[in-house]
């Protein structure tokens, strides 16, 4: 599997169906190909803080069972860590040129995420976007850099996995993609909290849920595209997808997967049967 990124410099019209915020499932219950809509999680898995490798976005769930966390994957090789460290001490010293950050936790209120991205566009939920400053972005930074974010496992698992209908899912995860390096750290349910990991990511959300509550959302499908078109939503809601599987009979057995969000488009080829 390969996983490239590409920024788009200049904005090119794209005559496209998408589906407004708050709207990302049809009457099948799948997600459509296109959303105005910036994902909770991104849909394409990845396990190194080098291609952001952890599974899309899972249903949270009640623990099955109480494991000790293990790391799965390890926390990185030695070179990933020192470059997600680099990076982020670079951001904070002399600023940031492509930035996202995504908390996803559950919280009392339930499952609450929030996006953000370089230019300080932020998305709570997935249906408001809001705006922080260079200094909260900083601060949210350095709550990174102080928790030793780069050293933290790739994933908090029990050491068995329980049997039955019930699987582990999230519980807690955040995402970074900073410049180039990238980290996911995540906690499964099932396992003793990972308090480190919790308390970050409560920090994190918290620096959001103030300028997210006056946040601005859509209504439905015109309603999103036409604020999108007047400067209102950002080009950050905007998530178009393509993805092509190929059938078993096809001679290239290759499949591919597209996202455009903002002006960062990212492909991933794959082999079905891997």
Request: hydrophobic residues 35%; glycine residues 8%.
């Amino acid at each position: 599997m390969s996983i490239r990124e590409v920024t788009l410099r200049r904005f090119i019209p794209l005559a496209i169906i998408v589906l407004a915020m708050g709207n990302t499932k049809g009457a099948s219950g799948q997600t459509p190909p296109a959303e105005v809509i910036a994902p909770a999680s991104s849909n394409t898995g990845e396990t190194s803080a080098s291609d952001d490798s952890i599974p899309a976005k899972q249903e949270t769930g009640a623990p099955v069972e109480t494991l000790r966390p293990t790391p799965r994957s390890g926390f990185g090789s030695p070179q990933q860590v020192a470059e997600v460290e680099a990076a982020i001490r670079h951001a904070l010293e002399k600023g940031w040129q492509e930035l996202n950050l995504l908390t996803e936790c559950q919280q009392d209120e339930g499952f609450t995420t929030a996006e953000i991205f370089a230019n300080g566009v932020g998305i709570w939920n997935s249906k408001q976007q809001y705006k922080v400053s260079d200094d909260e972005i900083r601060a949210l930074l350095r709550a990174l850099r102080d928790t030793n974010f780069a050293h933290m496992p790739v994933v908090y698992q029990g050491g068995a996995v329980p049997q039955g209908p019930t699987k582990p899912r999230v519980r807690c995860q955040i995402r970074l993609r900073l410049d180039n390096t990238a980290k996911r750290v995540t906690l499964m349910t099932g396992v003793e909290p990972a308090e480190s990991l919790l308390k970050l990511a409560g920090s994190l959300l918290e620096i959001s849920r103030r300028p997210a509550a006056t946040g601005v959302s859509a209504r439905h499908l015109d309603d999103g595209l036409e604020k999108i078109a007047r400067g209102e939503l950002a080009p950050e809601v905007l998530v178009l997808t393509s993805h092509h599987k190929p059938s078993k009979q096809a001679k290239d057995k290759i499949g591919w997967h597209l996202e455009l969000q903002g002006t960062v488009a990212r492909t991933r080829a794959y082999s079905p049967q891997t």
